[in-house]
């Protein structure tokens, strides 16, 4: 599967807050929180569910993967989404294992792995508080 997906009770709003300060904790920032819901309303559009994608980065580890392979930048900042679903609020990113899979370049292979178990780990940090 080329994402990862956790579950929580909290809102959308407390979730990326809480994500927010979790992913701090691994020294991700979160560079940009984009309202789907808002900016498509204010274009006109009705869309009446709450939607956001963050888009974080770690400077350190964008610069080392940038100086192995330009190409990665392809696929930065990496995007974590929340959503609503079933009643229940999902946070979810897409695996950079398997966008290092595209680039086919197999001196990043373990860099995405660690990246990936320490942004999967701050997503299942941050469902778990308030459960």
Partial sequence: MFHYTVETTMSIQDAASVLEDVLKEQ???????????????EKGLEFNEDYLILEVCNPQEAKEVLSINKRIGYFLPCKIVLYREGGVTKIGMPKPTEFIKLIEDERLHNKAKEIEQRLMACLEKSANVMQ
């Fill in 27 to 41: 020294k991700f920032g979160v560079l940009w929180q984009f309202n789907v819901k808002e900016k498509l309303q």
